[in-house]
């Protein structure tokens, strides 16, 4: 791979590092104190809490594949598939600078 393209791809997944951490240094914000009678705002609060917590773990798994992207980067094996070896196109590290797979181990993946 292009050296200047290798630069970009990195520059791209620390960029995206930076975000990630920044929004995993947000709090969850917790429920406010429950009232008699606030079921339905109990409900609600309940509810955007485990919402915050899933996107929040989500977070966290996205910013383990970037630094395993930026890993493969530093090892001299970015761009190439950690399933079968072969290359992952150029295209879809274009879209997906942190791909791990190529689209065929990945939708086996997905399907298997």
Do not use: K, N
């Amino acid at each position: 791979m292009d050296e200047t393209v290798l630069a970009a791809h990195r520059a791209s997944l620390e960029a995206e590092r930076e975000r990630l951490r920044s929004q995993l240094g947000e709090p969850v914000p917790a429920p406010d104190q429950m009232t008699y009678g606030s079921q339905a705002a109990a409900a609600s609060q309940v509810f955007e809490q485990q919402r915050h917590l899933a996107l929040r773990e989500r977070s966290e798994r996205a910013l383990a594949d970037v630094e395993a992207a930026i890993d493969r980067l530093d090892g001299g094996t970015y761009g190439a598939c950690v399933s079968c070896g072969g290359p992952i196109d150029g295209d879809r590290l274009a879209a997906l600078p942190w791909a791990a797979r190529c689209i065929d181990c990945q939708r086996a993946g997905d399907h298997g």
